[in-house]
């Protein structure tokens, strides 16, 4: 079997239903788009000859029986929605390359001990439902308020079909990904495989600084206290921070709102939505206590922090990660240890079970848009390294 051709075929043929004509994909949550790439997927599940089960809140699972299935199950997978006009690779490129593990099995005559667990999942893309949607439903972790019901009712869905999605994970032995670097660091080494560690922690900050509204014209500079020129010197002190440090912090203030933003006026107020990822909280804490530092002596405006958003970090498997470095080294791949500075569906997973997670390049970090790219001989090499462990992980783990 030609591996790149097929991955090729498989992954549009998913996508195919977000087609927009300028090439780009939209397969939104709960769209006809999303539901026709689950029909299809589940299609091609059964012709493999998968037990196949579309869930009530769309996800679909496909289970290929082991020879020892007192041993557990695995799960390999990926997500079928998109952004709106996103990539074709992101989310895809894992259902497919998934599916390519059963048909190297069945090619090369394998049968697993373990039951295989193959998913294509709903929502994992931000949207009023929350990201990781579809992992959170079948891992439990929805909590719903009058608000969030609300939000379910517009898309369809009732508290009972969140209760129905969730499935017993006693015996499921961990989850494995491939997906997308959406990032450059594989390209820019030249390197086919990143073994991620991780995915990073997001916390997000509304920082609100208070100054003094008046007449741009009639006060004169020495007496003005200009909230937005405070939040320049808030921000520029955030990114001179951010970017002196070793290690793979980020932050970024991508929303700014200046109060009265009336020509003539002097700024009284700004608020600016500062969002800061990292594998580690204490990190992020001690950089947002640098920050503090630095407002609480910018004399003559009043600064409020506060946390509005806080998702925690997920630590892969070290173990997953070892299968996937001998994997890399059977089939004779570079790699590297690498963060996912993006949440994904291990995000949900990894509370419940160890996970793993395979990267491939980005071509110019590119993702979320249609411009998105992995040369498909990389793809190919990732769905090796996917296939190599999963094999690895079906004797080591029980
Ligand atoms: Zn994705």
Redesign the pocket.
Known sequence: MNIENELKELTCTIANPGLNEDGSYSRLPFSEEYFLSVQITADILEKEDLDVHIDTVGNVIGTLKGTNPERGKIMIG??LDSVKEGGLY??ALGVASAIMCIKLLKENNIKLKHDLLISGLQA??GSPLGGTFGSRSMMGLISIDEEYEKVLRSYGITKDDIEKAKIDTGDIKGYMEL?IEQGKILETGNISIGIVTGIVGISRYMITIKGECNHAGTTPMRMRKDALICAAKVLTFIDDQAKGRKDNLVATVARMEILPSAIAVIPGEVQMLLEVRDMEKASIDAFMEKVKGFCDQLEGFDIDIRIIIEKPSVYCDTDFGDAIREACDIEDLTYTAIQSG?G?DGNAFGSKMPIGMIFVPSVNGLSHCKEEYTKWEDAEKGVRALYRTLLLLDEKIF
Do not use: I, Q
């Open positions: 990926s997500h992101d989310g994992e893309e997906h993006a994904h």
